[in-house]
């Protein structure tokens, strides 16, 4: 499972997971699993990532935020992970896309069975580490897929 923290605008209003265009997600969570999901129209990159036994979630169930830069995250109400997780016996590992949802997501689920993994953010405003090492950092999440 990939939890990332809130979706940003163009997300919530495409109604899609990592719908800005310069959201590097598709790309690096293709890089893991040796598909094009960029290439792919929405539907299609979901089922890849059911395929390759990937689910995507959210640490942030509700909260106030102007633009969307996790810094403005505001009055968040957490997701309850550990509720969620004990209905997935057959998780392995959850990995968190970007700093703030390593923040929220990863004290509710230390301490369980599973392997957690920070991972750099995809998002466009987290530009100060290269591509290339993003794709190293996510090629990881290989060792834990179906």
Same mark, same amino acid.
């Given at each position: 499972?990939?939890?990332?923290? #809130? %979706?940003? =605008?163009?997300?919530?209003?495409?109604?899609?997971?990592? $719908?800005?265009?310069?959201?590097?997600?598709?790309?690096?969570?293709?890089? &893991?699993?040796?598909?094009?999901? $960029?290439?792919?129209?929405?539907?299609?990159?979901?089922? $890849? #990532?059911?395929?390759?036994?990937? *689910?995507?979630?959210?640490?942030?169930?509700?909260?106030?935020?102007?633009? @969307?830069?996790?810094?403005?995250?505001?009055?968040? =109400?957490?997701? %309850?992970?550990?509720?969620?997780?004990?209905? #997935?016996?057959? #998780?392995? &590992?959850?990995?968190?896309?970007?700093?703030?949802a390593s923040l929220i997501g990863k004290p509710?689920?230390?301490?369980?069975?599973?392997?957690?993994?920070?991972? %750099?953010? @995809?998002?466009?405003?987290y530009a100060a580490m290269p591509l290339r090492?993003?794709?190293?950092?996510?090629?990881?999440? *290989?060792?834990?897929?179906?």
């Amino acid at each position: 499972m990939i939890l990332g923290s #809130l %979706p940003g =605008e163009a997300s919530l209003a495409a109604g899609r997971y990592y $719908a800005h265009p310069q959201n590097r997600f598709w790309h690096l969570v293709g890089c &893991a699993i040796g598909r094009d999901l $960029a290439s792919l129209d929405y539907l299609d990159r979901l089922a $890849a #990532l059911q395929a390759a036994g990937i *689910a995507l979630w959210d640490t942030v169930a509700s909260a106030q935020r102007d633009g @969307s830069l996790d810094a403005a995250i505001r009055e968040a =109400e957490h997701a %309850p992970l550990r509720d969620l997780l004990a209905r #997935l016996p057959a #998780l392995q &590992a959850v990995a968190f896309n970007g700093q703030k949802a390593s923040l929220i997501g990863k004290p509710q689920l230390e301490g369980t069975r599973l392997a957690l993994i920070d991972l %750099p953010s @995809s998002s466009p405003a987290y530009a100060a580490m290269p591509l290339r090492r993003k794709e190293t950092l996510w090629a990881r999440l *290989a060792d834990f897929l179906t």
